[in-house]
């Protein structure tokens, strides 16, 4: 047992009372006037009371007591109670490292102290704790509503939350791993044959003499956009919110990776008879092209993408530095090069914005060459925003990866998280259960 040093809010008066508290073997002497300051807290009561020497009351503020030391003993963390008892002397309280702020809010509660005291630095810190005991919890429902079966759910519930989980849940069961692993490949597959198809000696020659993809890869890809649609109607249907379930990122993804191959097919079959072939066939192109959309389906199987995703969203910020600094960049030096290359009777800078090509693709360290100072200002001019760009595109990089390293390490940590809580509530449904069959084996 030792004693932390005394504190003084003013020096000490005669007569003047004070208390003795013993906070899980730390002692500390604290005097009635510096805990008046907080009139409604526990020490206060304690205070008030220990001057009137009422027993019973004493006794429902502390664990225990001894009137002729006048000393009340806690049993609570001593290290939380060195940071409380600085609100009875600066008005303020700051959260120690190594100190859970979850638990510290506990303490406070107990001391009666309001959560307004905390520093605005610590607010936050515990805004952002409490965010992760949310995320936990949500985790833990998720895994939870996995592992739950319902015996009162008709058999349509059912039927709809196996679906669920076999479409949404790849770790739910060993089906709905297959299912998310022929996802995948279906997706690569459809990436590849959709690059295969544009190489000229893979495709053949129509009645008209046009090179178009070959029959064997339009099998595969119809195949595969088959399967795209079983996949996203099952997941419609199996939806408990399906309005939400349509406006979301990735579902409407995968809606514009489905979509352009059935309205092609429309336009295939219906268009001659509908408008001009050349105007059929150059709304087939575009939609084409939209298949690219369905490389983004590799989003929903990959959780490095998400995370990614996710950092970029925390690092908008810095991205948006990024592109201003580019932007003044690109301006200054392309009227800079527009203004020094004039003198030069074959010059490449027409105009400002003209400009702005060169300016880009030197300052991003591209350099195509189909646009260069030909003047020694000019050169000069160049290697300066070769520079500039170097150095604008270096500075928020590593912000970047930073986020991006945070955010994927918090993850990590919060499922691990969430899988230990679920362990705990089974250990502890499991021996409450077997307590249960004991106490009847006792009957």
């Known amino acids: 047992m030792w004693t932390i040093p005394k504190p003084r809010y003013r020096p000490n008066c005669d007569g003047e009372p004070e208390i003795t508290v013993n906070i899980g073997g730390v002692r500390a002497v604290l005097f009635g006037d510096v805990l008046n300051r907080y009139p409604e807290s526990r020490l206060a009561e304690l205070v008030n009371c220990s001057s009137v020497q009422n027993d019973e009351l004493i006794s429902s503020l502390c664990d225990d007591f001894d009137p002729g030391r006048k000393e009340f003993y806690f049993d609570r963390d001593p290290d939380a109670f060195k940071c409380i008892i600085d609100v009875y002397y600066f008005d303020e309280i700051h959260i120690k490292p190594g100190i859970c702020p979850i638990c510290f809010i506990k303490e406070m509660e107990f001391w009666k102290i309001d959560q307004s005291s905390l520093d605005e630095c610590c607010k936050s810190y515990l805004s952002e704790k409490e965010g992760e005991l949310r995320e936990i919890a949500s985790k833990v429902k998720i895994i939870l509503e996995d592992m739950e079966v319902d015996q009162c759910a008709t058999g349509t519930q059912r039927c709809q939350r196996f679906l669920w989980r076999l479409m949404e849940k790849p770790g739910s069961s060993f089906p709905a791993r297959v299912v998310a692993i022929a996802s995948f490949l279906s997706v690569l597959v459809s990436a590849v044959v959709m690059c295969v198809g544009t190489i000229p000696e893979l495709q053949v020659t129509d009645a008209e003499g046009e090179l178009v993809e070959h029959p064997t890869l339009e099998a595969i890809e119809t195949a595969c956009m088959l399967w795209f649609t079983a996949e996203y109607l099952l997941r419609l249907a199996s939806s408990p919110n399906k ?66 995703t996710y950092a970029l969203k925390r690092s908008l910020k810095e991205l948006g530095l990024l592109l201003m600094y580019m932007g003044v960049g690109i301006f200054v030096f392309s009227a800079l090069g527009y203004t020094m290359e004039q003198s030069h009777p074959e010059t490449l800078f027409r105009s400002i914005p003209q400009s702005f090509w060169w300016a880009i693709i030197t300052m991003t360290t591209v350099g195509y060459g189909d646009i260069y100072p030909k003047t020694t200002l000019g050169k000069c001019n160049a290697a300066v925003s070769f520079l500039c760009g170097v150095i604008a595109i270096a500075l928020p990089i590593h912000p970047i990866i930073n986020n991006f390293v945070v955010f994927y390490n918090k993850q990590q940590v919060l499922e691990t998280a969430a899988k230990h809580e679920v362990e705990l509530m089974e250990l502890k449904s499991g021996g409450d259960a077997r307590r249960k069959n004991s106490d009847k084996d006792d009957t």
């Open 243 to 308: 309005l939400h379930f349509a406006l979301s990122f990735m579902n409407i993804v995968d809606f514009m990776a489905i979509m352009p191959f059935y309205v092609v097919l429309s336009l295939t079959y219906l268009g001659t008879s509908m408008m001009e072939l050349g105007n059929v066939q150059q709304a087939v192109q575009a939609l084409r092209i939209m298949r690219i959309a369905r490389v983004f389906k590799l989003a929903r199987h990959s959780s490095g993408l998400q995370t990614l």
